[in-house]
């Protein structure tokens, strides 16, 4: 990448920050780019999602949460729609197909998920919300 201010090839760096996230502390690998003339540092999009990355994967793997591959994976096993999903667990309409595309769950949303994966708890939660929907009609 070229320096804003010089033009010139900066030098690719890294190093270990702290970040907060969700009230938790989270060691991660940081980088960016030095222009060595002025001494500033520029990152890029990619570079601090990538980096942002690193924290979610660390507070998924500290708390147990299914990744978003995971989670549609448990959908897909039964073979219903995001939006069905969601109103099986009692989520926002979109709530489920939001997890599917990165957004982290709260804790207790993600342990709702991490049930599901085994059938019975799947089918149990099904039935009530069939029950509590024709209960509606």
Do not use: W
């Not at 949460?65 to 009692?90: C, N, Q, T, W």
């Amino acid at each position: 990448m070229k320096s804003p201010i010089t033009g010139k090839e900066m030098t690719v760096c890294q190093e270990t920050r702290t970040a907060n996230y969700r009230g938790e502390r989270y060691d991660y690998t940081a980088h960016y780019y030095l222009c060595d003339d002025s001494g500033e540092r520029f990152t890029t999009t990619a570079s601090d999602t990538e980096d942002m990355e690193q924290v979610y994967r660390q507070y998924r793997e500290r708390h147990g949460i299914p990744s978003p591959e995971d989670i549609k994976a448990i959908r897909m096993k039964y073979r219903v729609s995001a939006a069905k999903m969601s109103r099986i667990l009692g989520f926002g309409a979109n709530q489920y197909r939001l997890y599917e595309a990165g957004e982290m769950p709260s804790l207790s949303n993600a342990r709702l998920i991490t049930l599901i994966a085994e059938k019975d708890n799947f089918e149990k939660l099904k039935t009530l919300e069939e029950d509590s929907r024709s209960s509606r009609e």
